[in-house]
T-cell receptor, first 110, second 112 residues
Framework: DAGVTQSPTHLIKTRGQQVTLRCSPI?????VSWYQQVLGQGPQFIFQ???????GRGNFPDRFSARQFPNYSSELNVNALLLGDSALYLC?????????FGPGTRLTVT | KQEVTQIPAALSVPEGENLVLNCSFT??????LQWFRQDPGKGLTSLLL?????REQTSGRLNASLDKSSGRSTLYIAASQPGDSATYLC???????????FGQGTELSVKP
């Protein structure tokens, strides 16, 4: 079975622009979570979705939003990009307790 | 509020050495603890998950333990190999939800 997939792999955007990142969970997994990882730090929780409903939100500004689709895939949107949004964005899916992560999307804001 | 700490931030060992990576957490009412491996610029690979009712889990050369009373988990790597070089992260959920709280990671380098 395929693992968690994310697209695109890399992305370069300019300050003020908007970006959409995509995630497809492992087949059968209904929960998707998003994390931001800046260099040298552990991932920070952004959102969790389960059955298309938001189940948790981390300490991120309203510029960050997400949604989950009927097929359980998910999108993370970030508006009005800042230089500090440059990071590796990770998506994780889970069936129960254990979370499985995708390869991430590297976002660079210039 | 759960906080997770990993010390040291970096560790270098010669090939073949047995080693222990440490993870500390503040909330002993822990549901589980998960260990991950991360290669540079890549996603996280789940290594082991220990439920709160368990004391340890083993997978190949890896053994993870959980001591809730002391707020500690350790990841033991036997007979280390250069291919084990990576950053190792531990994480615990904040409550019953899906939000994982991560440590800062320990960057392991195994020298041939």
């Amino acid at each position: 079975d395929a693992g968690v997939t994310q697209s695109p792999t890399h992305l370069i955007k300019t300050r003020g622009q908007q970006v959409t990142l995509r995630c497809s969970p492992i087949s059968g997994h209904k929960s998707v979570s998003w994390y931001q990882q800046v260099l040298g730090q552990g991932p920070q929780f952004i959102f969790q979705y389960y059955e298309k409903e938001e189940r948790g939100r981390g300490n991120f500004p309203d510029r960050f939003s997400a949604r989950q689709f009927p097929n359980y895939s998910s999108e993370l949107n970030v508006n009005a990009l800042l230089l500090g949004d440059s990071a590796l964005y990770l998506c994780a899916s889970s069936l129960s307790y254990e979370q499985y992560f995708g390869p991430g999307t590297r976002l660079t804001v210039t | 509020k759960q906080e997770v700490t990993q010390i040291p931030a970096a560790l270098s060992v010669p090939e073949g050495e047995n080693l222990v990576l440490n993870c500390s957490f503040t909330d002993s009412a822990i549901y589980n603890l998960q260990w991950f491996r991360q290669d540079p610029g890549k996603g996280l690979t789940s290594l082991l998950l220990i439920q709160s009712s368990q004391r340890e889990q083993t997978s190949g050369r890896l053994n993870a333990s959980l001591d809730k009373s002391s707020g500690r988990s350790t990841l033991y790597i036997a007979a280390s190999q250069p291919g084990d070089s990576a950053t190792y992260l531990c994480a615990s959920p904040a409550g019953q939800g899906g939000k994982l709280i991560f440590g800062q990671g320990t960057e392991l380098s195994v020298k041939p």
